[in-house]
């Protein structure tokens, strides 16, 4: 089992090299690596799958539109006319996409104190962790997106302005 592991791991290392040393033949697609890093939680292994989902999108999608694609958007659950559910995000779209922010997420929520205090925030205001970090994920899609679109370093303070922390 333990050589099993360290195959893998191994064949892992070795496709995380060579997916690196096609980003930085490229240097568009070096810079948007470097852009994609600079957000707090993000690390290479999430900037490669992250960058390899946003390549195929088209360069004129919106914030929005990238959300929806992602599956990351809230979709209403109704029975009839009277009985309203509670409201869950569609999980419609792209589940690798959904993946790589998951963690990246998680680990913003613990080092960036914009994402942190946006995060309590919403469970003040009564919503579950779960659904708190799912907020989180969708917040870094879309700055994400602005990132890889403009080229520049990633600023969480311009997602989570103060606004966006008021009870």
């Keep these: 089992m333990l ?17 690196v040393e096609i980003i930085h033949q490229d240097d568009t697609l070096s810079q948007q690596l470097q ?10 292994t ?4 992250i960058l390899a989902e946003f390549s195929i999108l088209p360069k004129d999608m919106k914030a929005k539109q990238v959300s929806r694609y ?9 029975s009839g006319t009277s009985v309203n559910g509670a409201s869950r995000i569609s999980k419609a779209g792209n589940a690798y996409l959904r993946a790589a922010l998951f963690m990246p997420a998680m680990s913003a929520v613990q080092h960036d104190e914009n994402a942190k ?9 009564g919503k579950k962790k779960i659904q708190a970090n799912v907020a989180v994920m969708r917040k870094y899609l879309t700055g994400l997106w602005s990132v890889y679109l403009s080229g520049e370093i990633f600023h969480s303070s311009k997602l989570f302005s103060p606004e966006h922390k008021k009870t």
Excluded at 46 to 49: D, E, F, L, V
Excluded at 70 to 78: D, E, F, T
Excluded at 117 to 125: M, T
Aim: charged content about 20%.
């Design 117 to 125: 205090a946006f995060k309590d925030v919403l469970v003040g205001r």
């Design 3 to 19: 050589e099993s592991i360290e195959h893998y791991e191994k064949h892992i290392a070795l496709l995380t090299d060579a997916a």
């Design 70 to 78: 992602a599956g990351l958007y809230v979709k209403p659950s109704q």
């Design 35 to 44: 852009s994609l890093v600079s957000a707090k939680g993000i690390g290479q």
């Design 46 to 49: 999430s900037t490669i799958a």
